[in-house]
């Protein structure tokens, strides 16, 4: 049973550039969650994806959007890139009608901005 | 508002000490989740536990502990005899609602250390 998978492991991109990130969720799971963690702070939720569309949304701005396809997998953009958008990317999945709580977390995307 | 605090920004002690992390934790809902997340220096975050908050019942799994404390809003964390290899960033978390797909607010993390 394949856990939550992310690609690329880590990527390096120039200020002002574009970058897509990508997530499959557990097996089994249709809500995917996007959270950014800079070096040295904790992780922070970006949003979250159920249904193919953005469900709940933290404080970042528009330059992020996502996008889940119908086989619950999802995709972070990140448009005009900043050099403070270097971070360590998290996805998480987890099944929304589920009976007991479980968010499960993959090992994350690094993405550098130079 | 919702809101963890980890007052306790880095912890070093000598192998086979025991060792508590402090989580406290603000939150208006009635119902929601408290966790605890491991992140070695790897980087992936590594689930310890969840604790919903109609459950005061503290648990232990082999060298760890946690004691949940709704009348402080505090949900700490107790490893026995540490290892090496619990040398980590530790989070503590909360999620603001009894559903398995609502977003999760994580302290600010406690770097332990442990010193052979």
């Known amino acids: 049973d394949a856990g939550v998978t992310q690609s690329p492991t880590h990527l390096i991109k120039t200020r002002g550039q574009q970058v897509t990130l990508r997530c499959s969720p557990k097996?089994?799971?249709?809500?995917v969650s996007w959270y950014q963690q800079a070096l040295g702070q904790e992780p922070q939720f970006i949003f979250q994806?159920?249904?193919?569309?953005?469900?709940q949304r933290g404080n970042f701005p528009d330059r992020f959007s996502g996008h889940q396809f119908p086989n619950y997998s999802s995709e972070l953009n990140v448009n005009a890139l900043l050099l403070g958008d270097s971070a360590l990317y998290l996805c998480a999945s987890s099944l929304a009608s589920g009976g007991s709580y479980e968010q499960y977390f993959g090992p994350g995307t690094r993405l550098t901005v130079t | 508002a919702q809101k963890v605090t980890q007052a306790q920004t880095e912890i070093s002690v000598v192998e086979k000490e025991d060792v508590t992390l402090d989580c406290v934790y603000e939150?208006?809902?009635?119902?929601?989740?408290l966790f605890w997340y491991k992140q070695p220096p790897s980087g992936e975050l590594v689930f310890l536990i969840r604790r919903n908050s109609f459950d005061e019942q503290n648990e232990i799994s082999g060298r760890y502990s946690w004691n949940f404390q709704k009348s402080t809003s505090s949900f700490n964390f107790t490893i026995t005899a540490s290892q090496v290899v619990d040398s980590a960033v530790y989070f503590c978390?909360?999620?603001?609602?009894?559903?398995?797909?609502?977003?999760?607010?994580f302290g600010s993390g406690t770097r332990l250390s442990i010193r052979p």
């Open positions: 097996s089994g799971h249709d809500t």
């Open positions: 994806y159920y249904e193919e569309e953005e469900r």
């Open positions: 939150t208006r809902d009635t119902t929601y989740y």
């Open positions: 978390a909360l999620s603001g609602s009894y559903s398995s797909a609502s977003k999760i607010i």
